[in-house]
């Protein structure tokens, strides 16, 4: 299957295209981790405020632990040390709920600052380059099938502007009745570049 013109000016063409599609999507993968990574960054506060609360409880925890060894009054010397580390708890829960949803928004932003533009493009690019596969395809069937470009020169009599036509015989349509293979060959070639292709090696 061809995916590039056999002419040298369409095939520059075509991979300069290619080129800076590959770079487009590659700085927006830059810019979308940048991004991530910026919004991330705001997640440190809540994580810090996390992690010292957490020690925080466990210190209480342990302090609670060691107040109810207390005979007779342990109990109620450890409850203040419970409802501390419990209220510690929560800030603790808190503030990872916090990190997390900041680190999910980093998440979706960075990909939405790389698929939009990225994908932006591509709906401009791939479709014509589809387009361009699928004509090559089934102009190089029919060259490899038979060494008449008859096809080709009918067609570009149908679709070529007349300008062009002109511009290769005064009378196209007679030439070609009349197999002259200088003009079929000219008309065939105009058609086959529409599908970036060059006329085979065999002109006869």
Excluded: C, K
């Excluded at 440190?44 to 210190?59: E, F, N, V």
């Excluded at 493009?121 to 008859?150: C, E, G, K, M, S």
């Excluded at 067609?155 to 007349?162: D, V, W």
């Amino acid at each position: 299957m061809r995916i590039y013109a056999q002419r040298r000016g369409q095939l520059a063409g075509q991979l300069a295209g290619d080129v800076a599609v590959l770079v487009w999507a590659v700085v927006w993968a830059v810019v979308g981790f940048v991004v991530d990574g910026a919004v991330a960054a705001l997640a440190g506060p809540a994580r810090d405020t996390a992690r010292t609360a957490r020690d925080l409880a466990s210190q209480f925890g342990d302090a609670g632990t060691t107040a109810a060894q207390v005979p007779g009054l342990g109990d109620q010397l450890r409850r203040p040390f419970d409802a501390a580390s419990g209220s510690l708890g929560a800030l603790v829960a808190t503030a990872d709920r916090s990190a997390a949803g900041i680190e999910r928004l980093a998440t979706v932003l960075g990909w939405l600052v790389f698929l939009i533009p990225v994908a932006t493009v591509l709906a401009v690019w791939l479709p014509r380059r589809i387009r361009f596969v699928r004509r090559a395809r089934a102009a190089q069937r029919f060259i490899d099938a038979t060494p008449d470009l008859d096809l080709f020169a009918l067609r570009a009599m149908a679709n070529q502007p007349m300008h062009v036509l002109a511009a290769i015989s005064d009378d196209p349509v007679g030439a070609w009745r009349s197999g002259d293979r200088r003009v079929i060959d000219a008309l065939a070639a105009v058609e086959l570049r529409e599908a970036g292709l060059t006329l085979p090696s065999r002109t006869a």
